[in-house]
């Protein structure tokens, strides 16, 4: 099993900054991709950002510019910087991974318990 711990969350005025953190731990072989995602009350789940085991990054519209996630793979650790924040990102944030558990193994999803932002206007 993969084990994902997020820290960072919070409350913060509309135009001030946040940064989230999230650990994988556990018998992890190897980690594809990793990213955010949030929930907002109300609504579906969405994609936030990614980013691959070779950095290479996805963003959705609505964060882009604002929003820049970043990874330590020595440490299997996945950041995002998140700049003027809106109130609209108000929402439970999700850390994911890709992760194999051995050589055969195949990729499954592993998911955080969630960490809340809350962004005041």
């Known amino acids: 099993q993969v084990q994902l711990v997020e820290s960072g969350g919070g409350l913060v005025q509309a135009g001030g900054s946040l940064r989230l953190s999230c650990g994988a731990s556990g018998m992890i072989f190897s980690i594809n991709t990793m990213g955010w995602y949030r929930q907002a009350p109300g609504k579906q789940r969405e994609l936030v950002a990614t980013i691959t085991s070779g950095g290479y990054t996805n963003y959705a519209g609505s964060v882009k510019g604002r929003f820049t996630i970043s990874r330590d793979n020595a440490k299997n650790t996945v950041y995002m910087e998140m700049n003027s924040l809106k109130p609209e990102d108000t929402a439970i944030y999700y850390c994911?991974?890709?992760?194999?558990?051995?050589?055969?193994?195949?990729?499954?999803?592993?998911w955080g318990q969630g960490t809340q932002v809350t962004v005041s206007s």
């Open positions: 994911n991974c890709n992760a194999r558990l051995s050589r055969v193994d195949t990729l499954r999803d592993y």
